[in-house]
């Protein structure tokens, strides 16, 4: 497995701005699809956008046009930028790599919360 270091959350106004960082200790970074995941109190982890190596994003219906997932295949980093945040955003965010064989990693979580 590969290890996954976030950083970047936060305590943050409705309406404001976060950016979230991820490092991977891989060096075979090109091959693992990588992604940013949620999980809020009492609910279950739940998907907030995914990027294959080759650049191409997916984003959960609650984020779009909202957050923004890159990567930097050089520097083993996924990145999530987070604008127009809202109260309902405020959840443990867990960095998440996937190999192509199916394999997954996860980081330890990032706190960001959103007050109203």
């Known amino acids: 497995q590969v290890q996954l270091v976030e950083s970047g959350g936060g305590l943050v106004q409705a309406g404001g701005s976060l950016r979230l960082s991820c490092a991977a200790s891989t060096i075979r970074f090109n091959i693992y699809t990588m992604g940013w995941f949620r999980q809020a109190p009492g609910k279950e982890r739940e998907l907030v956008a995914l990027i294959i190596a080759a650049g191409k994003t997916t984003y959960a219906d609650s984020v779009k046009g909202r957050f923004s997932i890159s990567r930097d295949n050089a520097k083993r980093t996924v990145s999530l930028i987070m604008n127009s945040l809202k109260p309902e955003d405020t959840a443990v965010y867990y960095c998440?790599?996937?190999?192509?064989?199916?394999?997954?990693?996860w980081g330890q979580g990032t706190q960001v919360t959103v007050s109203s």
């Open positions: 998440h790599a996937r190999r192509i064989d199916g394999t997954i990693s």
